[in-house]
């Protein structure tokens, strides 16, 4: 992982979505620099804490979206979500009861993970979106 890995290779052109994905590409980051740095556990705490309820609150927004334009695989795409969450949420409760031995596995499965949706799933429904709710 990098410091930076958004590019625009990930934005879908919905703005307010692209910005929610890049926030949650740099929360990942910064809790893998953070580690990196040996940095306390307070820290690691608040940015854990933060991109587990950043992810719900993405997630949210997006499956809003799908609700307001009818979008028909939308039930589908949630589902991947919500198992999403249950790794994001796994992960943060292993770090606040001290288990993180392989944290840095389990950050960069996420930045995958992220990084896949993003131009897979998420890339799908844009055109289906756009048309029935074009801003
Ligand atoms: Fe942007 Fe389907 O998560």
């Not at 692209?18 to 910064?30: A, G, V």
């Not at 249950?86 to 292993?94: M, S």
Request: aromatic fraction near 10%; include cysteine.
């Amino acid at each position: 992982m990098g410091p930076t890995q958004w590019s625009d290779a990930l934005k879908l052109g919905i703005d307010e979505i692209d910005q929610q994905h890049r926030k949650l590409l740099s929360l990942i980051d910064e809790l893998n620099e953070a580690m990196r740095q040996g940095k306390g556990k307070d820290i690691l705490g608040k940015i854990t804490t933060e991109l587990d309820s950043y992810t719900k609150y993405h997630f949210k927004s997006e499956e809003r979206l799908f609700s307001n334009c009818g979008f028909p695989e939308a039930v589908s795409h949630k589902k991947i979500h919500d198992d999403f969450v249950q790794k994001v949420t796994g992960f943060k409760k292993d770090f606040d009861s001290g288990k993180l031995g392989v944290a840095t596995d389990i950050l960069l499965f996420l930045n995958n993970w992220l990084i896949n949706h993003i131009k897979g799933l998420d890339k799908k429904y844009v055109p289906f979106v756009t048309e029935k709710c074009a801003k």
